[in-house]
Nanobody, 123 residues
Framework: QVQLVESGGGLVQAGGSLRLSCAAS????????VGWFRQVPGKDRQFVAR????????DYADSVQGRFIISRDNAKNTVYLQMNGLKPEDTAVYFC????????????????WGQGTQVTVSS
């Protein structure tokens, strides 16, 4: 397992930007696919974005496509989520997750999770 710690959350006005970071320790991060998920109280955790470890292929939920960018710096053992054009409906706790599977997508596909970071977007 790899240990993950998210940071970078906070309060921002609608239209603003934030960059979340997911720092890994414990294993070679470059061999893990990494995903970002978000969750609001009373609802299931929702897929946001994923980056693979082999090709660096990125995938996004339709709701964030064109606004969010996932990237990774394997030398720093860190994956980022650049969030632009934030909307109040982006308010959630954001989690990063990692797994050795080449194309994990579902919550159940990921074996390692961080504790989450709160993102609040005011209107």
């Amino acid at each position: 397992q790899v240990q993950l710690v998210e940071s970078g959350g906070g309060l921002v006005q609608a239209g603003g930007s934030l960059r979340l970071s997911c720092a890994a320790s414990g294993r070679t991060f470059s061999s893990y696919a990494v995903g970002w998920f978000r969750q609001v109280p009373g609802k299931d955790r929702q897929f946001v974005a994923r980056i693979t470890y082999r090709s660096g292929r990125t995938d996004y939920a339709d709701s964030v496509q064109g606004r969010f960018i996932i990237s990774r710096d394997n030398a720093k053992n860190t994956v980022y989520l650049q969030m632009n054009g934030l909307k109040p409906e982006d308010t959630a706790v954001y989690f990063c997750a990692a797994d050795h599977k080449p194309y994990p997508q579902l919550v159940a596909d990921f074996g390692s999770w961080g504790q989450g970071t709160q993102v609040t977007v005011s209107s």
